[in-house]
């Protein structure tokens, strides 16, 4: 049986047409023809059941034949908060493996030790819109560009708050266990820190603004590490949404 390939159609909403690159695809590499199957995704929630009415070497048209709505795979809203990597494609991975496992926003921070102050964001958008078709994903993550760590912790977010780092001098608790303890919200957010780790006044000041303080086990981690083991351990802590629910 042949496989039915997924899409990303943002504007799905005024276009029956697929975009410029999602074409590309489907026509050179794919082949598809017209009358040929293929499934839909607009990154908010729906997939659609749509079938190739032109094809041609720039352009590739469509039907949909059924609208299909999903429900959150997961509780809550998941948010990684990272300082990027000197070398990007360490990024890059992480980004893939996270959306894969499932996240619903990504933000990159700028810190005391960080050793890169620019993120490509549209090159950051490619790789999740990538991921999310991979692991068939009804929506897309939320994707925020670089900002200074200091803006980020001192504004308001909804949920539970943590932030993860190395100093034993503060004292800290397992990420996966406080996540397990029973909460107002099912909301999450935990911050990574840069290859240096945050600096201890950026712990405190995290701290003094309502973050939890964390570690993520004995492990000394890579920065893209612990950012892969924060999704899955919000992930496996509660997120994780069991189909009668």
Same mark, same amino acid.
């Given at each position: 049986?042949?496989?039915?390939? $997924?899409? $990303? ?12 690159? =999602? ?7 794919? %082949? ?12 908010? !929630?729906?997939?659609?059941?749509? =079938? ?27 948010? &990684? ?25 990504? /933000? ?5 030790? /960080? =050793? ?33 760590? %200091? ?22 608790? $397992?990420? $996966? ?13 935990? &911050?990574? !820190?840069?290859?240096?780790?945050? /600096?201890?006044?950026?712990? %405190? ?13 004995? /492990? ?21 949404? &069991?189909?009668?629910?």
């Amino acid at each position: 049986m042949k496989e039915v390939r $997924y899409f $990303y159609t943002p504007d799905i909403a005024v276009s029956n047409e697929l975009p410029e690159e =999602e074409a590309a695809h489907a026509v050179r590499v794919l %082949r598809l023809q017209a009358g040929d199957e293929m499934m839909l995704m607009d990154g908010v !929630g729906n997939f659609y059941e749509a =079938e190739v009415t032109l094809a041609t070497q720039k352009h590739c048209q469509y039907r949909v034949v059924r609208t299909l709505p999903q429900q959150p795979a997961w509780k809550g809203h998941l948010h &990684l908060a990272i300082a990027p990597t000197k070398m990007m494609e360490r990024m890059e991975w992480m980004t893939e493996k996270a959306v894969e496992i499932g996240i619903d926003e990504l /933000s990159f921070l700028d810190c005391q030790y /960080s =050793e890169r102050k620019v993120v490509k964001l549209p090159r950051i958008e490619k790789i999740a819109v990538s991921a999310m078709k991979q692991s068939r994903k009804a929506w897309k993550p939320q994707l925020n560009g670089m900002d200074s760590f %200091r803006s980020f912790v001192t504004r308001e977010h909804k949920g539970r708050k943590y932030i993860a780092h190395c100093y034993e001098e503060v004292a800290r608790a $397992y990420l $996966y266990s406080e996540l397990q303890k029973p909460a107002d919200s099912d909301d999450a957010l935990v &911050l990574i !820190g840069p290859e240096g780790d945050f /600096s201890i006044d950026e712990v %405190r000041l995290a701290i003094d603004h309502g973050f939890v303080s964390v570690h993520l086990g004995e /492990s000394r981690l890579r920065t893209e590490t612990a950012g892969l083991s924060a999704v899955m351990m919000m992930q496996l802590a509660g997120g994780l949404r &069991l189909p009668s629910q």
